[in-house]
């Protein structure tokens, strides 16, 4: 294992703690009677206090500290002044512990009392400290100068998503994303269960894909020696039990689609998918509306959302514009009666990418999404999709060659998708089999089985049904203003993380090092130098090696040199 110069000196502070008899990962229970949240909301000067949380700062000044504990709502100061802690002779624990052997970072627990310092400031007074955890690895901890001005901060990307723990710590605002996140799951809960709907769990290994239009992953059960495939969707399962008499059944469901990736796909989502008996997608839109309100105010305390530049209003109710009528606004083009080659014909000639291998619903989809669907930035029902396009859809009562079905659009997303569910296992299989040819004509997003347990199901009767699902990473994502769906997952996919090259340092490089170590902040270059005591030459050679494989920076600030550790 190849280890950072830091790395090294906290596995060597680790073996110190060790030889003065300190367990720095004790397994005994800490047991804490308050935090930095309930300290603030209820303080009382002098009540006596036991916290626990991470070292995020300190400010040595001699025999006084003043340093922030951070736990999970919030941080706070505490005081470390070594008479109150070494109460006898021995200073070892402030002295050498915590001066020397303590990092940024750390985890530790703190027994003390209230107090405010002269300018009001709430603080503990530490009368005893544990240390609970020792970091071995630095944290990224942005830097903050006396105007203020934030420096280094935490922000790539790519590292925030690979190392969510580090970014939760050090970019707590982070947490309160996923915090809305859970919010939202619970409001939703709440609402179909005050509903009367049952709360059901399906399978997500499946011998057949289906509920949905994509590739699915496969894998391999080596007992049965059959190929199963991770779900896509959970439809024709809830639509089972439907069947089996629930008169209405929701699920949060992990779906796996092995598609691209971009800011609003990830292989791996949750879904929200709900179906009830005896309604039809009218009663759901009007559902659905309210469930929306009710969820944004839930999480955000109002009924209005931020998204870029956009304000969203989810106050019911909303506005609903047929698939065919947006088509025909943003395009001039009536799709009604138009036969496959003539939709072929119309979407090449307005600049959209077609192949001979897509069908009639493809092709609308395409002209749909590609002059369209941008343009509804307020959430908007977009109703009545050709019957090409929804395999799993009653047929309109009555336009002919349309279906009974809403996608909600928020920002030129979608966001919801709904049905009146088909129920005429006749008219199923029939549908089936047209995805069928579909998929041999080379539509690789196409219905590739028939699933006959589902269609036997239907032919014990489905009663009229209306079904939902909900894209909930999508949606938070709304109510967050977040851009990319990867800031609303904990651990997005990623591609596999390159190695770091391996760093082979010399003494005169590990003596600069050092020097950096020993300190909080950035120092000048010409002190470093001078404390290096290396010739010119050396030094040259040590600085260069140093900044060019990035485990130190210099910077100009006000005329003058620093020299800091990344």
Not at 456 to 461: K, M, W
Not at 497 to 518: C, F, H, M, R, Y
């Amino acid at each position: 294992m190849s280890l950072s110069e830091q790395e090294i000196i906290r596995r060597e502070k680790l073996q110190k703690l060790t030889d003065l008899g300190i367990d720095a990962f004790p397994a005994a229970e800490y047991k804490i009677t308050d935090s930095t949240k309930s300290i603030k909301q209820d303080f009382e000067e002098g009540k006596k206090v036991v916290i626990a949380g991470r070292l995020m700062s300190r400010r040595i000044q001699g025999k006084a500290s003043f340093a922030e504990l951070q736990d999970s709502e919030g941080r706070i100061q505490v005081y470390f002044n070594r008479d109150e802690i070494c109460t006898g002779e021995d200073k070892t624990l402030y002295n050498e512990v915590y001066k020397h052997l303590l990092d940024i970072g750390d985890i530790i627990g703190i027994e003390g009392e209230l107090f405010k310092t002269q300018v009001g400031e709430m603080t503990v007074m530490v009368r005893n400290f544990t240390l609970l955890t020792k970091s071995l690895r630095p944290l990224p901890l942005p830097k903050v100068d006396a105007d203020g001005n934030v420096f280094d901060g935490f922000t790539d990307a790519e590292l925030r998503y690979r190392q969510r723990y580090a970014d939760l710590v050090v970019n707590p605002h982070v947490k309160e994303i996923f915090v809305k996140r859970t919010k939202l799951f619970n409001a939703m809960r709440t609402f179909f269960n005050d509903a009367g709907y049952f709360e059901v769990e399906t399978p997500i290994l499946q011998s057949i894909p289906g509920g949905a239009a994509a590739r699915p992953f496969i894998t391999h059960h080596n007992a049965l020696d059959i190929p199963l495939y991770l779900r896509i969707a959970n439809e024709l399962y809830l639509k089972r039990l439907i069947v089996g008499g629930f008169d209405g059944v929701y699920e949060f469901s992990k779906n796996f689609r092995n598609e691209g990736m971009d800011r609003t796909h990830n292989p791996e989502f949750t879904a929200m998918e709900i179906y009830v008996a005896y309604k039809d997608y009218n009663w759901m839109m009007d559902f659905t509306e309210k469930l929306l309100e009710f969820c944004a105010t839930s999480v955000n305390g109002t009924s209005e959302s931020i998204f870029g530049e956009h304000t969203i209003n989810w106050k019911a109710p909303y506005p609903r514009v047929s698939m065919t009528e947006a088509i025909q606004k943003y395009t001039g083009f009536d799709i009604t009666g138009k036969s496959e080659q003539e939709l072929f014909d119309f979407a090449k000639s307005i600049g959209i990418e077609v192949d001979e291998t897509m069908g009639k619903g493809k092709l609308i989809d395409e002209i749909f999404g590609e002059k369209c669907e941008g343009n509804f930035i307020q959430p908007t029902f977009i109703t009545d999709y050709p019957v090409e396009m929804s395999p799993l859809t009653k047929k309109h009562r009555s336009q002919e060659g349309l279906t009974e079905r809403f996608e909600l659009m928020v920002c030129g997303k979608e966001i919801a998708n709904a049905y009146s569910e088909l129920n005429d296992p006749i008219d199923q299989r029939q549908r089936f089999e047209h995805q069928l040819l579909l998929s041999e004509k080379g539509d690789d997003e196409a219905g590739q089985f028939i699933d006959e347990d589902f269609l036997r199901a239907l032919e014990y009767g489905m009663p009229p049904t209306s079904g939902l699902g909900i894209g909930m990473d999508r949606l938070i994502m709304f109510l967050t203003n977040n851009p990319s769906i990867q800031e609303v997952l904990f651990f997005p996919q990623m591609r596999p993380e390159k190695k770091a090259p391996t760093v082979e340092l010399g003494e005169d490089e590990k003596v600069i090092l050092e020097i950096l170590n020993s300190q909080e902040d950035a120092l000048e270059l010409n002190e470093v130098k001078i404390r290096s005591q290396l010739s010119g030459k050396k030094w040259d050679k040590a600085s260069k090696t140093l900044t060019k494989n990035n485990l130190v920076k210099v910077e100009k600030i006000d005329e003058v040199l620093l020299m800091k550790l990344i």
